[in-house]
């Protein structure tokens, strides 16, 4: 299992365990994390997933899909680093990684 530390905007972490080859946006959910409400399902219809990844991770999640970028056009304070959670697949790459959610979802 690849761990995954969510912090909400409180500053309160979780560290999960995330199987590979799922979302962490299903890894999110599985855990009960506060602040992902993933209202489409993880189809990126909607920007209620948005977390901003660790900056060491960033590379390691990959590049922004073009309908991604759509729906983080609908998201609460958009960073350079703000990604759709749903978007990103579980890889033992991302063992460690630590994503932040904003105090609101789009």
């Known amino acids: 299992m690849t761990k995954?530390?969510?912090v909400d905007s409180m500053g309160e972490a979780r560290v999960c365990d995330g199987e590979d080859g799922t979302t962490v946006m299903e890894c999110?959910?599985?855990?009960?994390?506060?602040?992902i409400t993933a209202e489409c399902g993880g189809a990126c219809a909607?920007?209620?997933?948005?977390?901003?990844i660790d900056e060491a991770?960033?590379?390691a999640t990959g590049e922004r899909s073009e309908k991604e970028e759509d729906m983080l056009d609908f998201a609460y304070n958009?960073?350079?680093?703000?990604?759709?959670?749903c978007q990103i697949r579980i890889t033992p790459e991302l063992d460690g990684m630590t994503v932040t959610t904003p105090d609101r979802q789009g």
């Not at 909607?46 to 901003?52: D, G, I, L």
């Not at 958009?78 to 959670?85: A, D, F, G, I, T």
């Open 57 to 59: 991770f960033l590379a």
């Open 78 to 85: 958009v960073q350079p680093n703000s990604r759709l959670c």
């Open 28 to 35: 999110a959910i599985r855990n009960a994390v506060p602040e």
């Open 46 to 52: 909607c920007a209620t997933c948005h977390v901003y």
């Open 4 to 6: 995954i530390t969510f």
